[in-house]
């Protein structure tokens, strides 16, 4: 059996709020003054990032803006790498790109957060070389938890839904990377002062 202990119902249980659901003080979000503008790209938060790294070249390569409020927009286009069944987009991958978005929001909020919940619903297939649109919101903050939820949209803003999610996202201190992460890496990112800069903007000191 797994020492870690369950945070959400167990199966079979009386359906409850659940664990993505906001407590009921949980207070609206605000978005950070120094947030970017409307409309401004967000780049890449590390380069080799599977969501949004540009140098991660099988990744999805996606591409964030800042909305109005604490929301997100975001696309990426489906290549052959990312199949599951033939020509179509692999469920794991969409879910990727759900939780990219999500995570970005961060950068509206100015804190570092991580994925502690992701619940998608998958409504219709998606093609290789489909674009995604991607729009995300966070709805609730409670203490250090994030309640956020996103769409992917075929095409553009108006196309049809065909992913979902909502999540829940833990805030953690830069520590969080620096003691788990792989040292070969960490080393790289903190000999880059791009990176250094990326992080900066959170207000931490790597
Ligand atoms: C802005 C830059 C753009 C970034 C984009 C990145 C996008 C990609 C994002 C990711 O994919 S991050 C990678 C995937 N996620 C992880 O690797 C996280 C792995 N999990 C952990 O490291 C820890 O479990 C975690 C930091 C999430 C929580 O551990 P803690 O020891 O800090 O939490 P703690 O036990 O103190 O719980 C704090 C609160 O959160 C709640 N909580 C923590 N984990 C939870 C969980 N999984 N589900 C539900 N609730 C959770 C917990 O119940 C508690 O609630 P209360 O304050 O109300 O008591």
Redesign the pocket.
């Known amino acids: 059996m797994s020492n870690v202990p369950s945070?959400?119902a167990p199966p079979g249980s009386p359906a409850g709020p659940g664990?993505l659901t906001p407590?009921a003080d949980a207070v609206p979000p605000v978005r950070h003054p120094d947030a970017p503008a409307p409309g401004e790209p967000?780049g890449a938060?590390y380069e080799h990032?599977f969501?949004?790294g540009e140098a991660q070249p099988h990744g999805l390569q996606l591409l964030a803006r800042a909305g109005e409020g604490v929301r997100i927009t975001a696309e990426f286009t489906v290549k052959p790498a990312h199949q599951g069944a033939p020509g179509l987009a692999h469920g794991g991958v969409l879910a990727t790109a759900l939780?990219?978005t999500?995570?970005?929001?961060?950068?509206l909020l100015r804190v570092?957060?991580?994925?502690?919940?992701?619940q998608t619903e998958f409504v219709r297939p998606v093609p290789v070389g489909t674009s995604l649109y991607l729009e995300a919101e966070v709805t609730a903050v409670?203490?250090?938890?994030i309640y956020c939820t996103a769409t992917g949209r075929l095409g553009g803003p108006e196309g049809p839904v065909a992913v979902r999610a909502d999540a829940?996202?833990?805030e953690?201190k830069v520590d969080?990377f620096i003691d788990?992460g792989r040292q070969e890496e960490i080393r790289a990112a903190m000999a880059d002062p791009d990176q250094i800069k990326r992080a900066r903007a959170?207000e931490v000191n790597p």
């Open positions: 945070r959400g664990p407590p967000l938060h990032c969501g949004c939780d990219e999500l995570g970005s929001l961060n950068w570092i957060a991580v994925t502690g919940r992701l409670h203490g250090r938890k829940l996202f833990i953690v969080h788990n959170f």
